[in-house]
């Protein structure tokens, strides 16, 4: 009988949205507020670990779990030779270069061997700065890069930004992008290939709760005499579906499947064109 193990991350920021994309993926966890290190999901065959995220990509690569959630700084600083499944969309953000703001240095080219360099990230950044030739002294912390600077134990930082508060707060300013790192699905190349049929059903239910979260659904009752109207206006997936509704009037339902950006635009178009009881509903996966 095929199983797998699935890691995802115990804590931190992507530990709930983790969670939560299982869940809209229909593979909910049994016994999530035990935080054992295994739980079971609503399919039999599909168990989660609880891991760290930094530790998920070393326990794909050997194989001890079949699949993993994590981001692609920590994929690359660890060296994992991972298959990449599926960019989640969430936890965006970058590995940089940073110098303190009133530093004359402006650009990898004014970076000479002389100077130090904090990071959590030690092996990309080795890697970044062999690439040009530099080969800095490098001081691994395990958190706070930021204050490395001021309290003397480096001239430079690498370390990830997102929204650029960090950096400003702490007075520092980006030189140059090492890495541009998000959230994703991996999996063990090996075991992928003896079970690629259950791999490749978790990733496509994934994969659908990300295409169903820009897409919504619309309904609407149609008289038959405005119908051409309605069809006018009306973008859509494959369709609209239309069926004929039971009364007086000569009066058709339709549907289809819009982008959430069209919705304010599209059902202001449809009123004109004659629809009425417009429904907009979320919906929950596209497989
Ligand atoms: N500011 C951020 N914005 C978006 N993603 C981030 C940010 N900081 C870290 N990440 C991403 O979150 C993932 C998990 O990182 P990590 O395990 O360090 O979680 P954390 O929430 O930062 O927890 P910790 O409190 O232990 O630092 C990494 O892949 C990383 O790229
Ligand atoms: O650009 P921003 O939106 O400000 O985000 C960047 C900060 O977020 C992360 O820190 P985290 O909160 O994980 O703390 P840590 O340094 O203890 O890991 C990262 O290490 C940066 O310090
Ligand atoms: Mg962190």
């Known amino acids: 009988m095929m199983k797998i193990k699935i890691a995802i991350p115990s804590k931190g920021r992507i530990s709930e949205p ?72 969430f936890g965006q953000t970058k590995l940089v270069i940073a110098a303190p703001d009133e530093s004359n240095i402006n650009s990898i080219n004014d970076i000479t061997t002389d100077l130090t360099i904090a990071s959590e990230f030690p092996t990309l950044t080795k890697k970044y700065l062999k690439k040009h030739d530099l080969d800095l002294k490098i001081v691994k912390l395990s958190g706070s ?3 490395a600077p001021f309290i003397g134990v480096a001239d430079l930082i690498s ?25 994703v699905l991996i999996t063990n190349k090996e075991n992928y290939e003896k079970k690629k049929i259950l791999i490749d ?6 994969k659908g709760v990300l295409d169903a979260e820009r897409k919504k659904l619309i309904m609407m009752n149609v ?9 006018d206006v009306m973008p859509s997936m494959a369709g609209p579906t239309i069926s004929e509704v039971l009364s007086k009037e000569k009066t058709v339902a339709v549907q289809a499947v819009i982008n959430e950006d069209e919705v304010f ?16 509903v979320p919906i929950e996966r596209i497989i």
């Open 145 to 147: 890069t930021e204050a």
């Open 159 to 183: 370390d990830l930004t997102s929204t650029g508060t960090t950096l400003k707060m702490n007075h520092l300013k980006i030189i140059d992008t090492i890495l541009e790192s998000s959230i």
């Open 18 to 89: 983790s969670i939560n994309i299982l869940e809209k993926a229909g593979l909910g966890l049994i016994d999530k507020n035990n935080r054992r290190l295994i739980s079971k999901t609503y399919n039999k065959d599909i168990e989660v670990m609880f891991a760290r995220a930094s530790d998920i990509p070393g326990f794909v690569h050997d194989g001890v779990v079949d699949m993993g959630i994590t981001g692609v700084d920590l994929i690359e600083e660890s060296e994992s030779d991972v298959l990449e499944l599926l960019d989640l969309r």
């Open 265 to 280: 635009e599209l059902v202001n178009d449809l009123r004109t064109a004659g629809a009425k009881d417009i429904l907009v």
């Open 201 to 206: 059903a978790v990733n496509t239910s994934i």
């Open 223 to 231: 008289k038959e005499k405005d119908l051409n109207k309605v069809k």
